[in-house]
């Protein structure tokens, strides 16, 4: 904690410089939410309609139709929240198609933690007793 | 100076027509690197014996620019391959006969390398250990299972540490710049222009990991200010095109806006909650949740 001391008193460092490192993990909330709210396909029908109404051969609006999906979009933090409150079939077939991430063994987590505070103590160790470059 | 870097390890510099300029070389020099380091350079430079003259032809590693472009989805029919896109994918397919497993892929104009903590803030405190710093984050790459991770910017953290909800600014899953890699976990990068947001934005919405941590941070001079490489791509084709090449690939979260900046350009704009899945932890999963509200 030396180096804090080098930008003024200790304290006033940590209160000016209170911001937390957390790792990129997302907290589900309590409430699940309604399953017609994760995913907002309005463009992709809006899409489709017209695709339907053309002339194009059958192929074509098929290939169309798919293309279309890729304008639907997903809210994923509400998608979190919906998988914490899912069937463990529901669960397995989320994880399937990517639309959660599950940190396993939280090697995520708890590497990032360690590596933050690896750089930290490199930091430490490397301006022990040094004023920073200019 | 510390070297705990497996042999399998290696830094490529991506580099093209600065054979006298690489400053990323003379910058890990001053921190000390002292590991594997070669210079990935395409066959349509013509500065390629000036590299090797430099360098020692050893580390100066030439691929097929023309044959890497065509295996790979450039996003445009401009027929212009001055741009990183080739020489980042043919990483994955050089490193093998390198005897490399695991790599980072740099830029050749990193004027330092800088701890970005939040005690740090507007001092300068440029990485001594190089070696050190680069086996603490491949121990964490491996660990994760990402597909890349990366070093900061040092112009993400304008505006401060703070998201302003008094968490560490900068928790996104982008991965941009400097990448490190895996020969076992290899992906390709897309859209000759703007391939590092193309490519975690697309990969990461099917659950592909990138990461950026950001207590380190590379600093560069000013984009799209410096002459040769991409540079003349971008002066050509304009900054629209290159954000827009993002949007092609994930319309549906990523739009073409305005960057507020002492030079304003048109930049990506990338809606995160709509564009990557949730990281959540294994707790999760095992249902021990309340559920307050059954829909």
């Known amino acids: 904690m030396k180096q804090l001391m080098m930008f003024g008193c200790e304290d006033e460092a940590e209160q000016k410089y209170s911001s937390k490192i957390e790792a990129p993990i997302y907290e589900p909330k309590n409430v699940k939410p309604h399953l017609l709210t994760l995913c907002d396909d309005y463009k992709t029908k809006a899409l489709i309609r017209e695709i339907e109404e053309s002339t194009l051969p059958p192929e074509e609006k098929d290939f169309l139709n798919i293309a279309a999906q890729r304008h639907s979009v997903f809210h994923y933090e509400r998608i979190a929240d919906y998988y914490a409150h899912s069937t463990p079939e529901m669960q397995r077939l989320m994880e399937k198609s990517a639309l959660v991430i599950i940190d396993f063994n939280a090697a995520i987590e708890n590497g990032f933690v360690r590596l933050c505070d690896e750089i930290r103590g490199q930091f430490l160790e490397e301006y022990a007793d040094e004023q920073p470059t200019t | ?295």
């Open chain 2, 1 to 295: 100076m510390s070297n705990l870097l497996p042999d399998t390890f290696a830094v490529f510099i991506l580099t093209h027509g600065r054979p006298d300029n690489v400053i990323t070389y003379k910058t890990l020099q001053k921190c000390g690197y002292t590991g594997r380091l070669y210079f990935i350079v395409d066959n349509e430079d013509k500065t390629v014996e000036r590299y090797r003259q430099n360098f020692g032809a050893e580390r100066v590693i030439v691929f097929d620019k023309k044959a890497e472009a065509d295996a790979c989805d450039e996003g445009n029919n401009f027929d212009e391959r001055r741009t990183i896109l080739m020489a980042r994918n043919a990483c994955f397919d050089l490193a093998p006969a390198l005897g490399v497993t695991h790599f980072i892929q740099l830029d050749d104009d990193y004027t330092d390398v800088r701890f970005k903590l939040p005690e740090t803030t507007n001092s300068l405190f440029i990485v001594k250990d190089f070696n050190r710093l680069l086996a603490s984050f491949l121990k964490f790459f491996i660990e994760s299972g990402a597909c890349s991770i990366a070093f900061a910017q040092n112009g993400d953290f304008l505006g401060g540490f703070d998201n302003g909800k008094g968490i560490y600014r900068f928790q996104k899953r982008k991965c941009m710049n400097s990448f490190f890699c895996s020969t076992e976990r290899p992906f390709k990068f897309i859209g000759a222009m703007n391939e590092d947001v193309n490519t975690y934005s697309t990969i990461g919405s099917r659950g592909g990991i990138f990461l950026t941590v950001p207590m380190v941070a590379l600093n560069q001079n000013a984009t799209q200010s410096k002459r040769g490489g991409i540079t003349e791509m971008y002066l050509r084709f304009g900054t629209y095109c290159k954000a827009f090449t993002t949007v092609m690939m994930q319309p549906s979260s990523v739009k073409v806006s305005m960057m507020r900046s002492k030079n304003p350009r048109i930049h990506h704009s990338i809606n995160w909650d709509c564009t990557v899945p949730c990281i959540l932890r294994e707790t999760v999963k095992q249902n021990l949740l309340p559920t307050a509200a059954k829909a």
